[in-house]
């Protein structure tokens, strides 16, 4: 007999208590449980990257992740990345640079992006690349989402604005 | 496309995994960092009746005892990746690992479910052989040690016995001046091998090989040692020609299967392209790490 077990976790700084079946992802739970629509489901194999969350600061799959496995570590979403209700700069730059067409790879692309440069802060555009080969887009052809990730990593690091976001 | 349902287990430590693995049998399943289990348990290619999550066992990293490498079953690929002591000792076992999937893949993944799983277009595995790392196992009685290279049999099969499991990977650093690396192609990035080559050299002081390990994934059903056609550079200086001389000795011992991504005679190609290329790589390195 299998049980549903009760998982406690923080999703973006909230505290999260709910009881879930073993075999439910942690994709399944934030979206289905917990309302998260902002984690898109892609692929279900972790190629696409439309499923992308922060586990503990690390950019992971949420379909291949079960949801009672999260139990007691944090989880961020697209949501969490923007002071509140106000954009981050990264997103901001996304929507300058025309970077989101549809919408749909765009959380994944944001989180893996602003992990990556959280850890490289001085990666340049190749390393933008690879560090985002795994985040799929049908619409703009990823040369504006590199655009816009590039420009708000050299922003960062010397420009305007540079200070405001750690 | 979601699993079947299943019981969930969290082992706190290796000799518990292996008694769940005792008590429910073949259709336990153990949980590393999922990232091929759970792919197949979503396509439901596998279904499980208890799942033994491994993720809260103490993992005791990368480290170094005199000659060897010590590397816990549990360390993460980008663990791999982003270790100064790999770097170091053995820069091509973090190359392969950076090679793997995606960036989440790499966060998730670990070495011991990669040589579980034993896929044979899989980086690490071929990555060991060439390295002739050995396999570190724990069952029901007892460690035993295996070497990579007899460790895995076929496709997705290796040597575990039942209710053994992976605990760790040993990959010895011989003294004196060695170079290595790894190379493959891929049809898109992160996707698996058609063909990967992992190259080991090493030089005496003269500059003259004195031994070679290579090893091929993609082209049959486990990563093929091949150091033995390759050792036609051992006892020479390893001028360009002799690394062409071997690689094209190399390719001729491989027989790979053709399929929808590429042909036999591709992969044939291919294998003494990167063959070529990774042995070049890896003199060049052991001839620098001579000169420092």
């Not at chain 1, 934030?30 to 692929?43: N, Q």
């Not at chain 2, 759970?38 to 999550?53: E, F, G, Y």
């Not at chain 2, 549990?74 to 270790?83: D, K, P, V, W, Y």
């Not at chain 2, 044939?268 to 620098?288: E, H, I, K, N, P």
Request: proline share 5%; charged share 25%; aromatic share 4%.
């Amino acid at each position: 007999m299998i049980d549903k077990t009760r998982v406690t976790f923080t999703v973006n700084d909230s505290p999260t208590e709910v009881w879930v079946w073993p075999h439910q992802s942690l994709l399944q739970v934030l979206r289905d449980e917990l309302g998260h629509t902002e984690v898109k489901y892609g692929c279900g194999e972790g190629v696409c990257g439309t499923c992308t969350v922060l586990l503990d600061g690390e950019s992971i799959n949420a379909c291949l992740v079960f949801a009672v496995q999260v139990d007691g570590q944090s989880v961020t979403t697209v949501q969490g990345l923007g002071e509140g209700r106000s954009t981050h700069p990264l997103q901001d730059r996304f929507l300058e640079l025309g970077a989101s067409q549809c919408g749909f790879c765009t959380p994944g692309m944001l989180l893996v992006a602003h992990e990556f440069l959280s850890r490289r802060p001085d990666a340049g555009r190749e390393e933008i690349r690879s560090a985002l080969a795994g985040n799929l887009c049908r619409c703009t052809g990823y040369t504006k989402i590199l655009d816009a990730v590039e420009a708000f990593a050299r922003e960062r690091e010397t420009g305007p604005g540079g200070e405001r976001e750690a | 496309m979601y699993p079947a349902p299943f019981a969930y287990l969290r082992a706190t430590s290796w000799t518990q995994a292996i008694d769940w693995l005792q008590e429910h049998g073949d259709d336990a399943k153990l949980l590393a960092g999922g990232q091929s289990l759970v792919p197949m348990m979503n396509l439901r290619l596998v279904q499980a009746s208890h799942v033994i999550d491994l993720n809260a066992i103490p993992s005791a990293g990368i480290d170094r005892a005199g000659d060897v490498l010590t590397v816990d079953a549990l360390t993460r690929h980008a663990e791999l990746e982003e270790s100064p002591l790999l770097a170091d000792a053995c820069p091509m076992l973090g190359e392969a690992a950076g090679l793997i999937g995606n960036i989440r893949v790499r966060h998730r993944g670990t070495i011991g479910g990669s040589v579980a799983h034993a896929d044979p277009s899989a980086e690490l595995p071929c990555a060991l052989v060439a390295l002739r790392a050995t396999i570190r196992v724990l069952g029901p009685r007892g460690e035993r040690r295996i070497p990579a290279s007899a460790f895995f049999m076929s496709f997705f099969t290796t040597a575990l016995e039942p209710a053994e499991v992976v605990v760790g990977v040993d990959v010895p650093i011989p003294p004196g001046t060695t170079g290595s690396a790894f190379l493959e192609t891929v049809r898109r990035t992160g996707d698996f091998a058609i063909v990967g080559v992992a190259a080991a050299v090493r030089l005496d002081a003269s500059g003259t090989c004195t031994d070679v390990g290579v090893a091929v994934a993609g082209t049959g059903d486990r990563p093929e040692d091949l150091s033995e056609p390759a050792a036609a550079i051992v006892g020479t200086t390893v001028e360009d020609e002799r690394v062409a001389e071997a690689s094209r000795a190399v390719a001729d011992a491989t027989q790979p299967r053709g399929d929808e991504r590429a042909s036999s005679d591709y992969r044939r190609r291919l294998t003494q392209v990167l063959t070529r290329r990774a042995l070049g790589s890896a003199r060049d390195r052991a001839r620098a790490s001579a000169a420092r």
